[in-house]
């Protein structure tokens, strides 16, 4: 079945550092599925951050960045700078495409930014 | 708009209750989808509604567990006789037409503890 392995939390970062969340994503009832990152910040519910529906693209949103490749079957969560108010829990997800409705996440990434 | 709504928030029961979760969609979205979230298992896909229509349950437990959605505004998870492993915080979201590419939007869920 479709799945999606993701970086294993926490991570813990110092303010203004760089990130990397990796992902990596199993697809096997569609060929190019939806990718997604939604996020989880403390005492709020789950919510989009960024999504791609074709691969090659990048999607971006609040300083974060992730490239949609098919090659790798990967779609890793990158900031050049975080702030403390990204501590957070991350999740990749997969979407089984156009006309497909269910989508599939990981396990979640815990994120601690220390001032 | 207020978003998805679930209710309560927090639930306890005693082994062999009932339980009744809801959930209002938001408005004008056509999709409703629950999932299930575990330390263990992380986020469940349990069953998903178009147009009030169950499309796919094929994440329920089959003996205990029944889904319905009487009406556009709202959608209930019932459990009969709960056991301690339901023990999970069970989100409910709505997407505008249920197709995977589609954003989904998250209640910020109901904490059910099984005594």
């Known amino acids: 079945g479709d799945s999606v392995t993701q970086t294993e939390g926490p991570v813990t970062v110092s303010e203004s550092e760089s990130l990397i969340i990796n992902c990596t994503y199993s697809a096997t009832s569609i060929a190019y599925p939806n990718l997604f990152w939604y996020v989880r910040y403390p005492g709020e519910g789950l919510q989009l951050l960024l999504k791609v529906i074709t691969a090659g693209q990048k999607g971006s949103s609040r300083g974060f960045e992730a490239t949609y490749n098919k090659e790798t079957t990967s779609f890793h969560l990158q900031k050049a700078s975080v702030q403390e108010s990204d501590s957070a829990v991350y999740y990749c997800?997969?979407?089984?495409?156009?006309?497909?409705?269910?989508?599939?996440f990981g396990s979640g990434t815990r994120l601690l930014v220390s001032p | 708009n207020a978003g998805v709504i679930q209710t309560p928030r927090h639930k306890v029961t005693g082994k062999g209750q009932e339980a009744t979760l809801w959930c209002e969609p938001i408005?004008?979205?056509?999709?409703v989808f629950w999932y299930r979230q575990t330390i263990v298992q992380g986020l469940e896909f349990l069953t998903y509604?178009?147009?009030?229509?169950?499309?796919?349950d094929s994440g329920m437990p089959k003996e205990r567990f029944s889904a319905q959605m009487p009406n556009q505004s709202h959608s209930t998870l019932k459990i009969q006789s709960t056991q301690p492993q339901d023990s999970a915080v069970y989100l409910c979201?709505?997407?505008?037409?249920?197709?995977?590419?589609?954003?989904?939007?998250f209640g910020a869920g109901t904490r059910l503890s099984v005594l």
């Open positions: 979201a709505s997407s505008p037409q249920g197709y995977s590419q589609n954003t989904l939007y």
């Open positions: 997800a997969l979407g089984t495409g156009t006309g497909g409705y269910k989508v599939v």
């Open positions: 509604f178009r147009n009030q229509a169950p499309i796919d």
């Open positions: 408005s004008g979205h056509s999709a």
